[in-house]
């Protein structure tokens, strides 16, 4: 019966989300779409999070590489730096 308590009244299986992984959700999606508002140029939108950043608090390294750290708070940093050209 554990199983099936998870199912949701259409038969699809609802598991739920820590907060902090939904929190990471919005903030990669955040960081996607900023990114693609910045930059209508697909490529250059998607390129940007790859190439050396001399931004303060990237030290040399790419977006992705400082969101890939593991932690929540470097994660933040980059939703917050590319916010920040949004507004």
């Given at each position: ?5 998870a ?9 739920p ?6 929190l ?58 590319v916010?920040?050209w949004?507004?």
């Amino acid at each position: 019966e554990g199983w099936r308590s998870a199912l949701g009244t259409s038969g699809a299986l609802v598991l739920p989300i820590a907060d902090e992984v939904r929190l990471r959700i919005r903030l990669i999606v955040g960081i996607f779409e900023a990114l693609h508002t910045l930059f209508p140029d697909e490529g250059r939108a998607n390129g940007w999070i790859h190439r050396p950043n001399t931004g303060p608090g990237f030290d040399g390294r790419s977006a992705v590489s400082v969101m890939l750290s593991g932690k929540l708070a470097d994660l933040q940093y980059v939703y917050d730096y590319v916010q920040g050209w949004t507004q």
